[in-house]
């Protein structure tokens, strides 16, 4: 998923990345920096994904976890149409762009000071991003809490190769990505949303649709 994913991010977050990554001489010290960057970014979604994988242990804990698979499904197919529309939905383009302000803005801040990268880096994993969401709703259904934290560790990961080389190479030809993959974007978010809702239909099918609740107690022969 952070493979994949890494291309929108590319696309989405790379004009960010630019303009305050962007005319820095290829050396030592700005590759530290930009690693360092892109380990806070990283850190903020192991961050994420330890306190939904609590909220998801908690769920599965007091009996919630099929319900809260089939809502997780319901969201994600909201946000499949959410993002299908987004592009004739000009009120939907400024609200983007009003949700980033403040982030850019601390980000811009924090970048040159000591250590900074650090924090402007776990300041970009909080941005508003269709991939990431997707894996945090990933993250809240996993099985444990320490599943959960490694997902998005593996998912953060994923992304990194395509970012650091986006963040060096300025004229990327980000064109040949971004019409196709915004039209991807939705149909992925579809299919994770009806994933979920057959996993907490409990239809008893491995993998796709596995017995999570049986008589108020949790299936843990399965």
Known sequence: MGLLGSVHCAVMCGPLLIA???GQTINWKTTVNKLIYQAGRI??????????????RGAAIYGW????????????????????FQHSSKSFASFQTKAIQPFT???????FRPGGSFIAGMLNGFLPCGMVYMALASAVNADSIANSLVFMLLFGLGTLPL???????????????????????PVLFLIMGIWFILRGANLNIPYLSPLLHVNGAMNCSA
């Open 43 to 56: 850190l903020s979604y192991v961050l994420l994904g330890w306190i939904l994988g609590i909220l998801g």
């Open 65 to 84: 976890q099929q319900g809260f698979s089939l809502f997780t499904g319901i969201l994600l197919i909201l946000l499949a149409f959410v993002f299908m």
């Open 105 to 111: 803005k601390l980000m811009s801040k924090w970048l």
């Open 163 to 185: 970012l650091i080389l986006f963040s060096f190479v300025g004229n990327f030809p980000k064109r040949i990505f971004k019409q196709g993959f915004s039209k991807i974007l």
């Open 20 to 22: 305050i990554q962007g």
